[in-house]
């Protein structure tokens, strides 16, 4: 059997058809580079495992009891792989004809380059402007806040968003959209791969900030396109906000240090207010919805305080 010189690693939670979607994709062509396609379930409960098993039994599939979680379900795939190069894909894309060999060949060709990531689509082929700078003390403030909606603070978050780039040509990018990213194998290793105390958000940011700290560039490929069905691991998770935030707190601690863990604190408390007051006028003459929502919010306030 020929050695692979790719391997895919697909994570999936609870996504049977998307996943079973997203291997049909992998497997409807014949890449020029052969390659291997390692699943890992992560204590899916939709019976997707089985599923996988028997539609694709060449696939290498690792089924966990319960959820690891992205980063360390990311990193469990890639410590089973054998390839030269390694691409952690979503189980909610598919990818088109030729967008992998492409990607590898990219690595292969440009040596300085740390790591590689496509254009993403909507399934209607809109392009999804996914890539972003690095948070800054700035963004924390005026991310999906009040204070983004006016100068300066919108123009703080049209940078952080990275709306000066269309998305259509290939550039150097600081954070690629992290649904299909590909390394060389023995790099990833090198860096650890992701950091599993950002368990489920800021990881592929981590990543990316410690390539490109060491000189490692990233490459945003235009030419290759995956389809991607935007977060749908993610949509039903219900601690996704307190996770979002805790895994955003160590982000800062990791990067930008104490002072601005509580900066961010100072933040994240402003948006909680603006959301508590949000709710008043959205549930105006509603008030056991209001009362419902609000307690929902101070639930979720309460658990990222002990967290």
């Not at 993403?120 to 890539?131: K, M």
């Not at 150097?172 to 599993?196: H, I, S, T």
Request: hydrophobic fraction near 40%; glycine fraction near 6%.
């Amino acid at each position: 059997m020929t050695a692979p010189v790719l391997s895919v690693v697909v994570l999936s939670w609870n996504t049977r058809e998307l996943t079973l979607a997203c291997l049909r994709a992998l497997f409807a062509e014949t890449p020029r580079h052969p390659r291997e396609v390692i699943v890992v379930d992560n204590g899916s409960q939709d019976d997707s495992a089985d599923a996988i098993a028997a539609a694709f039994p060449q696939v290498r599939l690792l089924r966990n009891a319960e959820n690891r979680l992205y980063a360390a379900g990311n990193n469990q795939g890639v410590a089973a792989a054998t390839g030269e190069f390694v691409c952690t894909l979503n189980s909610d894309t598919e990818v088109r004809p030729g967008a992998l060999d492409q990607l590898v060949e990219f690595l292969r060709t440009h040596p300085e380059h740390g790591a590689v990531a496509p254009r993403l689509v909507d399934p209607d082929g809109t392009v999804q402007h996914a890539c972003q700078r690095f948070p800054t003390w700035g963004s924390a403030l005026c991310f999906d806040s009040w204070w983004g909606t006016f100068w300066p603070g919108s123009w703080i978050q049209d940078r952080y968003l990275m709306r000066d780039f269309d998305h259509l040509t290939a550039r150097d990018v600081p954070q690629p959209p992290g649904a299909v990213f590909v390394m060389r194998r023995d790099e990833w290793n090198r860096y650890g791969g992701l950091d599993e105390q950002l368990e489920l958000f800021f990881n592929d940011v981590d990543l990316a900030r410690r390539l490109w700290r060491d000189g490692r560039k990233i490459h945003y490929l235009a030419s290759a396109e995956v389809l991607h069905h935007r977060g749908a691991s993610t949509r039903n998770f219900s601690k996704m906000l307190v996770i979002w935030h805790r895994n955003r707190l160590r982000y800062y601690a990791k990067h930008h240090g104490a002072l601005a863990v509580w900066w961010l604190r100072l933040c994240i408390w402003l948006r909680i207010r603006e959301e508590w007051l949000k709710i008043g006028r959205r549930t105006r003459g509603d008030a056991n919805r209001r009362a419902a929502e609000r307690a929902w919010l101070q639930q979720a306030v309460e658990e990222l305080r002990r967290s």
